[in-house]
């Protein structure tokens, strides 16, 4: 890339990171899904399909999705990583910020909206840089793995110690799995309010309904590449759904790592098997793999610290990295969306 392309490309980042911080992390990933949503669109109408179907179209590099939708206007690891950060240095910085009626910390909270506060978009546009820089670096360099997924989870956990954050946090309950604390509501006893443990998602942190809903979401990614050709279309309409969530409906679930992980799943089954029934089995794999493991990470990083890790962002990066490794050891024949 020549010098002058890449500071534009800083340039952009920056305001999209800051972008993020002004009106929210989840807001911008909203929009995410939005554009996704519409590339994906684009391409499935110009598209030839798979082989199993002769609808849609298999063109997952569709500029609004590449250049907008997972670049630096909405991508994730620059508007919602800005917001992210700013959202865990307003923790920090600004607690009497905080609404009256927030249960946890203030640095989780990624519904909220900053405005123009000069300093927080500031710190927004940082990390909006150094998520760029860490899908680019992933990317150059190959590596078998969601390099966006990477830099969400990373820049988050970046974000911990520098604003003076445990990286982990310590669990309150029977280990860092236990989150009966959180059924029982108990307080953390040190007058802030606080819950002891704060699961990432109340309406979505039991084993049995996130498996429920692990398999729902696979089967419906899976179908959605089988009939389209794109990895991302059932993840762009889990992603803009979240406009819900953020508007206050109750026990709206996440899913776009689960959707993903049908699609990605059913990607990889179709280079192994010729059958539209084994390719939709183990897309309902993915997506209970991407599920379980969205809640057995927030378990560790979400539920007991002090500021948002996204859980989907650390479920992608792991199953990513399964199926790169073995696609890279000979093990499978596709590595997925990988551009490896």
Known sequence: MEWEHFAVLVLAAAAGGAFGASIGALPSFVFTGFVVLLGEG?????????????????????????????????????????????????GWRYGEMEPEDWDYHFGKNILYAFGTK?????VGAVFGVLGMLIARFSGA????????????????????????YSVIGSPRGDGYFDMSPFAREDERGDGSGRLAVEPWLPQQYKWSGVATIGLVGGALGGWAWIMT?????????SAASLLFLNLGVEKFPVTHHITLGGSTFAVVAAAELNSELGVMLL????????????????RIFYAHGGTHVDPPAMAIVI??????????????????YLGI
């Open 319 to 336: 199953y990513t990295v399964a199926i790169g490794l073995l696609y890279e050891f000979g093990v499978l024949e596709s590595p997925g």
């Open 229 to 237: 050709g794109s990895v991302f279309m059932a993840y762009g309409i």
């Open 141 to 164: 360099l190959e590596l078998p793995v969601d390099g966006i997924a990477l830099a969400v989870f990373a820049t988050a956990v970046i974000a911990r110690p520098v604003f003076g």
């Open 42 to 90: 684009m391409a499935a109408l110009s598209g030839t399909g798979t082989e199993f179907t002769e609808l849609g179209g298999a063109n997952l590099a569709s500029g609004v999705t590449g250049t907008i939708g997972f670049g630096p206007v909405t991508g994730p690891h620059v508007a919602f990583a800005g917001g992210v950060a700013a959202t865990a240095y307003a």
């Open 118 to 122: 000069p300093d927080i978009l500031a």
């Open 283 to 298: 897309a309902i794999l993915g997506g209970l793999v991407g599920s379980l493991l969205a809640e057995f990470t927030q």
